[in-house]
C-alpha cells in the first residue's frame, strides 16, 4: 500500500463460502464491485484492476460469509 494500477487479496478458507469484495469512498459510497462469487475451500489469491479509479483513499470491504474485514487502500 500504496498500490498502482492493481491490487491484490489473499486468503485461506476452511469451508467453501460466498465471498464479496468492495472498494469504497470515503464518502461511503460504493466505488467498485471486485467479487461476488462463492469461493471453493482453500487458498484463494485475486488480483483487480484498479486503472479506472481515482488516486486517493479507498476502503476494502472483503466479506466471507457473516464474517468481514475492511482495510484501507491509497491509490497512487
Known amino acids: 500500500n500504496p498500490v498502482g494500477n492493481q491490487a491484490g487479496v489473499s486468503f485461506n478458507l476452511k469451508n ?5 469484495a468492495k472498494l469504497f469512498s ?5 466505488a ?4 461476488n462469487e462463492k469461493v471453493n475451500q482453500g487458498f484463494c489469491n ?3 484492476d484498479m486503472n479506472n479509479l481515482s488516486a486517493g483513499v479507498y476502503l476494502l470491504k472483503l466479506q466471507v460469509g457473516d464474517a468481514y474485514v475492511t482495510k484501507k487502500i491509497v491509490k497512487e
Open 16 to 20: 467453501t463460502e460466498d465471498v464479496s
Open 26 to 30: 470515503l464518502d461511503g459510497s460504493v
Open 32 to 35: 467498485k464491485e471486485l467479487m
Open 46 to 48: 485475486r488480483v483487480f
